[in-house]
């Protein structure tokens, strides 16, 4: 395989006694095409004299089509490109030996001011862009930013790839530390998850808490033992339950409409003009109002009313229209409790119904409904 392969043109008559020269003495690889003056074949770049002598013998002439293997593909590198390949991997040890750029990474709020004279105090210890690393010494350099500014209250120097990370926690005043925010409970429940993106976690999941319990702490201890404040962040979801009570009536009468028509009425300033008497006042009526028409610049308007006639009858309301009404009643308070609330999900319902009755009537209904939810309950204070 390394010594390539070639695919060769054999023009000639005695392709017969050629043919069998090549297989007798183990040439032939391959045989491609046969055509009455030609044939295409396949042999090692190894036997390519010993074709060429077969082929005198036999009168036949013998051309290159193609050439294939390895042998061939390094024979084509020039030595240009084993140069450029060269310099590229010189070039990149090089690279790698070498500081090309300084990071600052502040673990708090952002304060270019510092980050300044940290770089000035770097450049006075000849730590500076386009130094060899092996020049560098990570402890030597963290003793002395701390010695040298004392608004440094952690700080920690490593070398990555071709830059060098100065990390760093800035001493903070009592000022700055009372604006960092912290998260409290804001209904009591059991915790289900927790996402903490920055601050001190105090609870887990699994634990209960009460309202206005402190959940994430802005004050903060590093592995090193380094006391430090920064901004508190996290997503805390917990189950919460909720207990809503209502009482109410039901009506002992229900109007059953009969019969509805359409009147038309005239208002001119305050004053209504009836087109047509339709409505006495001894009967059951419900008048809506269905369309107006205004006739501008003049203070005259045309409404349109629908008249319907009704008339009661008992009300006796089933068990499922009271516990539908008692339901609605009960969510309707449910909204209005968690309105400022974050609630995700209403995992689960329990309904109590009491129904007091006065000479078998229905005169009263009283509901409880517990609510348990899944309920976002962190309060950045």
Not at 237 to 261: H, M
Not at 356 to 375: A, H, V
Request: aromatic residues 10%.
């Amino acid at each position: 395989m390394c010594a390539g392969k070639l695919i060769l043109k054999v023009d000639g008559e005695n392709f017969g006694k050629f043919l069998n020269i090549l297989v007798f003495n183990k040439i032939l690889l391959k045989l491609y095409s046969k055509q009455n003056n030609s044939i295409i074949i396949s042999v090692s770049t190894e036997d390519f004299r010993k074709v060429t002598k077969i082929a005198k013998r036999t009168n036949c002439k013998v051309s290159i089509l193609e050439k294939k293997g390895i042998y061939f593909y390094l024979k084509q590198i020039t030595l240009y490109k084993i140069a450029t390949v060269v310099l590229c991997i010189l070039f990149l040890i090089i690279f790698y030996q070498f500081i090309f750029d300084i990071v600052f990474i502040n673990h708090g709020s952002a304060n270019v001011l510092l980050n300044k004279k940290i770089k000035e105090k770097l450049y006075q210890y000849n730590v500076k862009p386009f130094m060899l690393k092996n020049k560098i010494d990570e402890k030597r350099i963290e003793t002395k930013l701390l010695a040298d500014l004392n608004n440094l209250m952690w700080v920690k120097v490593k070398k990555e790839g071709a830059r060098l990370f100065v990390e760093y926690v800035d001493r903070e005043t009592e000022q700055i530390k009372s604006e960092k925010g912290r998260i409290f409970a804001g209904s009591s429940g059991i915790i289900k998850k927790i996402i903490l993106k920055s601050g001190n976690l105090l609870v887990k999941e699994g634990d209960t808490v009460v309202s206005g319990q402190l959940l994430v702490d802005n004050r903060v201890i590093s592995k090193d033992g380094i006391e430090y404040f920064e901004d508190a962040n996290a997503q805390i979801e917990a189950i919460t339950f909720y207990n809503v009570s209502t009482s109410f009536y039901l009506p002992l009468y229900q109007k059953e409409y009969i019969s509805k028509t359409t009147l038309p009425y005239i208002v001119v300033g305050n004053h209504e003009i009836k087109l047509k008497n339709m409505v006495t006042k001894n009967e059951n009526c419900d008048k809506i109002k269905i369309k107006e028409y205004k006739l501008s610049p003049l203070p005259i308007k045309v409404e349109v009313y629908e008249i319907k006639r009704y008339k009661l009858k008992k009300f006796v309301p089933t068990l499922e229209q009271i516990k539908e009404r008692a339901q609605k009643e009960c969510d309707i308070k449910f909204a209005l409790l968690t309105k400022n609330k974050k609630i995700l999900n209403v995992l689960s319902t329990r309904t109590y119904i009491k129904i007091k009755k006065e000479k078998s009537e229905i005169k009263q209904i009283e509901c409880k409904r517990d609510y348990e939810c899944l309920e976002e309950i962190s309060i950045k204070k």
